[in-house]
């Protein structure tokens, strides 16, 4: 099995900056994309970036500019730094990730827990 473990979110100001980090552990022969979605009860899960194998990386409109998503192979692990936040930018951000657990399998989606960051205006 693999497990996505978020951390770094947090209470911060408007205009502010923080840094998630999202560590997979487990059976991991590769993992290909990596990304960041995040949820509120307003507008639900919705894709904030992603970043493929190849260090290629999509945000969404909303985000351009302000978040930048970047991944460390070798710890398997991958980063949002999120900077001039908006109150509008509070949400629970989880982190994805589709794996092969072996050289022949088939990439599955596992996700994280879920870590909090609350924007204050």
């Known amino acids: 099995q693999v497990q996505l473990v978020e951390s770094g979110g947090g209470l911060v100001q408007a205009g502010g900056s923080l840094r998630l980090s999202c560590a997979a552990s487990g059976s991991i022969f590769r993992i290909n994309t990596m990304a960041w979605y995040r949820q509120t009860p307003a507008k639900g899960r919705e894709l904030v970036a992603t970043?493929?194998?190849?260090?290629?990386?999509n945000y969404a409109d909303s985000v351009k500019g302000r978040f930048t998503i970047s991944r460390d192979n070798a710890k398997n692990t991958v980063y949002l730094q999120m900077s001039s936040l908006k109150p509008e930018d509070t949400a629970v951000y989880y982190c994805n990730a589709l794996v092969q657990t072996t050289i022949a399998s088939i990439g599955r989606n596992y996700w994280g827990k879920g870590t909090l960051v609350t924007v204050s205006s």
């Open positions: 970043i493929i194998s190849g260090d290629s990386t």
